[in-house]
């Protein structure tokens, strides 16, 4: 097997644009492109766009986009559209595919071996980079043109399944909504708020053993999976707790607070009643009196209401998401016989969704398979 130097057989495009008179519509920032990603699945468009001077390298369909700043994070995907994007992003493309065939290329700059030597060779101290010279100076092992045809048929092949299986998720989600859009349309509205209920404020002193008289005090990390676990729990003083912040079956225990928008509005099913476990000031409790359970937890865990919270903290830097962005939610509150089927539909939603990400980490598993397959030194 050939050992070969990446510029030898792969080029730097090196095609200039100019983003006011371009007949591209579309550009490529790093924010575009998804870690560990064969694709490059979003973008923007250039009219009425802010980007800067130095997004003047075209690209076209089939293009490899290299992000070279921060290579931990391990952006390069290929383009099927036409664009530009910043010169602090490589193109790049196979010399000669009878040599190199493009969407070989793809398998190798995902490998493992590759983002090692980046790693290893990046330059830079706080913004760390990676130089087209060091890029160029990368060697490997380049099998016969059938192999690589072999690996690389198999290898995209296996993507397009789990780009099938995402696209199912997102259809699901569809459903879900169109579900969710039709019993707000008729039942009567309410604010969350009038549901709530705040979590217990602690001070250091009022942390102590676990004795008789103490409460169990769950937070953010409590809640996974849609949840809950005693991993790390956090005893106080019983006085600190009132009854109203205890625990009860039906309860939906949410995180309201937290640095990460990530975790902001996840939630948990109480699925018994608690005389010692109560939740911190960073959770809340949404008690529905006159909603069933299955139906409020269905309702908080759907996208709708994520959706919700990832556009009301959109461009917030702050630490702790303000909770109003919850409580302010217009809750809508069918009669029983919608909820019913709400709750029927929502949990048919969620089994095909388990399935299908199931089915996702099964492919990604074979494509890091095919991927350590086809770049593996002897």
Known sequence: MEIVRFADIVTRVNTREDRFNTDKIYYVGGEHIASNELMVHQRGIIKGSTIGPMFYCGFKAGDILFVTRNPHLRKCAMVDFDGICSEKTFVLATKDSSKLLQKYLALVMQSDDFWTYCEENKSGGVNFFLNWSTLANY???????????????????????KES????LTQTDKLLHAQFQKIQDEAKEQKLS??????????????????????????????????????????????????VQLLKMGDVLMCASSGSQEHVGKVALV???????????????????????????????SSSFRNHIELMCNGTSILNIRREYIEDWICPIADERQQQEFVRVFNQAEQTKASLNKGIEAIEAVIRSLIAEGTTKV
């Open 139 to 161: 060697e490997f092992e380049l099998p016969s043109l059938d192999e690589q045809r072999v690996l690389a048929d198999k290898l995209w092949a296996a993507y397009e399944v």
């Open 165 to 168: 299986y995402k696209n199912l």
């Open 271 to 301: 699925s018994e009643d608690y005389a010692n476990v109560s939740f911190g000031a960073f959770c809340l409790v949404v008690r529905g009196h006159d909603i069933l359970p299955e139906y409020l937890f269905a309702l908080l865990g």
């Open 194 to 243: 009038s549901y709530i209920v705040r979590g217990v404020s602690y001070k250091p002193d009022d942390i102590c053993s676990n004795e008789e008289s103490s409460k169990i005090i769950l937070r953010a990390n409590n809640i996974s999976n849609q949840t809950l676990n005693f991993d790390d729990i956090v005893f106080v003083k019983g006085e600190r707790v009132k009854d």
